[in-house]
Structure formats: C-alpha cells, structure tokens
C-alpha cells in the first residue's frame, strides 16, 4: 500500500506560479509511475501530467510548454511546476500512481483569479 500526500497549492493570480509536491510512501518509488490529475467543480478528473520512471513525461495538451512534472528519487516526491497559470487551470490537483490498484492523494486546491 502507498500513501500520498500533497502541498504547495493556494491562490494565485493569472500568470503567476506554483509549484505542488507529492510525497509518497514505499521504497519502491524509483520504479513507480507517477501523475498528477486535475479535478475543476463539475467536471470529470482529468490527466495533466505523467512521469515514468527513467523520467520520460507525457502532457495533457493543455499544459504543455506551461507545466513541468518532475521527481526526485532520493526523496520520493514528484513535483508539479506550473507557470503561466490561467483561470482555466483551477482545480483540485490529485496525486496517483497504479500499483495493481489505483492510489490517491487527498488533493491540493489551486485556484487562479484575479
């Protein structure tokens, strides 16, 4: 079983930046898969960004050339930077990786307004 957890979102205006973390349990963490997912109210949970282990990434459309999923193995985190934040961004951002099972974070709030 894998805990996950979540930080770094918040309110921020259009334009600006934030960077989420997600710490997560295990000492198999190089090997996972990890990704981050997005939740807008009334709106299904959608993929924004993933990160296999060896690094390779995929984008949702959407973010891509604004967003960067990173990782770091020695601390077992995966980050999510977002620059160039729009309104159209906000949501609840979910953790996850599949370990024969489908794990989650409790979700960080980003908002973006002016």
């Known amino acids: 079983q894998v805990q996950l957890v979540e930080s770094g979102g918040g309110l921020v205006q259009p334009g600006g930046s934030l960077r989420l973390s997600c710490a997560a349990s295990g000492s198999m963490f190089s090997i996972y898969t990890m990704g981050w997912y997005r939740q807008a109210p009334g709106k299904q949970r959608d993929l924004v960004a993933v990160i296999r282990s060896g690094g390779t990434t995929n984008y949702a459309d959407s973010v891509k050339g604004r967003f960067t999923i990173s990782r770091d193995d020695a601390k077992n985190t995966v980050y999510l930077q977002m620059n160039n934040l729009k309104p159209e961004d906000t949501a609840v951002y979910y953790c996850?990786?599949?370990?024969?099972?489908?794990?989650w974070g409790q979700g960080t709030r980003v908002t973006v307004s002016s």
């Open positions: 996850h990786v599949n370990l024969m099972g489908d794990y």
